[in-house]
Structures are given as structure tokens and as C-alpha cells.
């Protein structure tokens, strides 16, 4: 089975690994930018990372050590790193769909569509299309554009990978769709 995450340890490894990353720090430091926007990581807090990507978005739930995690991926901002740092960017699908899901949380559906379809290009068997199928089926309902909501909700029922939503929730989406249509027509 192929693997579709990237860690943010490997993240923070690849943007770690350009040579004028230090220079970009310092660049900040001097600009009076915070030490909080680019900290360094401990091999503590790496390994911690580590066993984190994106893929558990939704999944995860922090119980004990929840604080310290949340603290923890607070740190770094992982995608904005590897995306300004790593040029072949769009090959990594699991990258995209980390990105995707940041772009999603903050309402920029624009951004959010266009990542989660690079995905689906770039990677058709991705372990979480059914996560992106409904969430493109959410945003493009939002957007008006029912027949592509349809369509990526109907995606999302006949795929069989685990989802943050059930099967009947994403039935109850298709229902609340054709019932918003029809209050458009009628209007």
C-alpha cells in the first residue's frame, strides 16, 4: 500500500535543509520580526512531529498529552515553509491536501478548491478522496454551483475509506442540496 503522508518533521527537515534558510531568519530577526514565526525545533519535539501528517486531520483526537501536541504544531507554519521552499510542491499530494484543509478552516474556498482538485489529479487513489470529495461537494454547494456539489457528494458515498462524516450525514447534504435548489427556483 502506498503511502500518502507527509510528516512535518519532514517538512521542517526540508525547509531546515536550503542553506539560505539562515539567512531568511536572520533577514526576519533584523526586520524585527518575533523568534516565534521561524523557531527552531529540538529532536525531541522533531520526533514528536514525526508521527503527525496531515492524513489524521479529523481523525486524531489529543487526549493527556493534547496540550503539548497543540503547543507543539502551533510552532512551525509547516506548508507555507515547504510550499516557498520545495519547487516540485504539486507532486506531493499529501502536502496538497494538508494545504487544502488550512485553506478550507479559513473560509478561502477558492484556494481550498484548487488544492483539493490538484490532489485528485495528482494522486486519483488518495487515501482521503472521499474527505476531499466531500469537501468539495460542501464548498461548491456554498458556492452555488449545485452540479459539481452533486457530483463530489455522490463521489463521496461510493467511496469506502473512513470520512469525518457517515454515509447518512453526506446523504443528508445531497438532501439539503436539491432542497436549496428548489428554493432557488422558486424565488
Not at 34 to 51: H, K
Not at 92 to 98: E, I
Request: charged share 20%.
Amino acid at each position: 500500500m502506498k503511502s500518502c503522508g507527509v510528516s512535518l518533521a519532514t517538512a521542517a527537515a526540508a525547509a531546515a535543509a536550503f542553506g539560505d534558510e539562515e539567512k531568511k531568519m536572520a533577514a526576519g530577526k533584523a526586520s524585527g520580526e518575533s523568534e516565534e514565526a521561524s523557531p527552531s525545533l529540538t529532536a525531541e519535539e522533531r520526533e514528536a512531529l514525526g508521527g503527525l501528517d496531515s492524513r489524521l486531520f479529523g481523525f486524531v483526537r489529543f487526549h493527556e498529552d493534547g496540550a503539548r501536541t497543540k503547543a507543539l504544531l502551533g510552532k512551525l507554519s509547516a506548508y507555507q515553509r515547504y510550499y516557498s521552499l520545495q519547487s516540485d510542491y504539486w507532486k506531493n499530494a499529501a502536502f496538497l491536501y494538508g494545504l487544502g484543509l488550512v485553506y478550507f478552516h479559513y473560509n478561502a474556498f477558492q484556494w481550498a478548491i484548487k488544492a483539493f482538485q490538484e490532489v485528485l489529479y495528482v494522486d486519483p487513489s488518495f487515501c482521503r478522496a472521499k474527505e476531499i470529495h466531500l469537501r468539495l461537494g460542501l464548498m461548491f454547494k456554498v458556492n452555488t454551483d449545485y452540479e459539481s456539489s452533486l457530483k463530489h457528494f455522490q463521489l463521496a458515498l461510493v467511496d469506502c475509506n473512513p470520512c469525518t462524516l457517515s454515509n447518512a450525514e453526506i446523504q443528508f447534504h445531497i438532501a439539503h442540496l436539491y432542497e436549496t435548489q428548489v428554493g432557488c427556483i422558486t424565488l
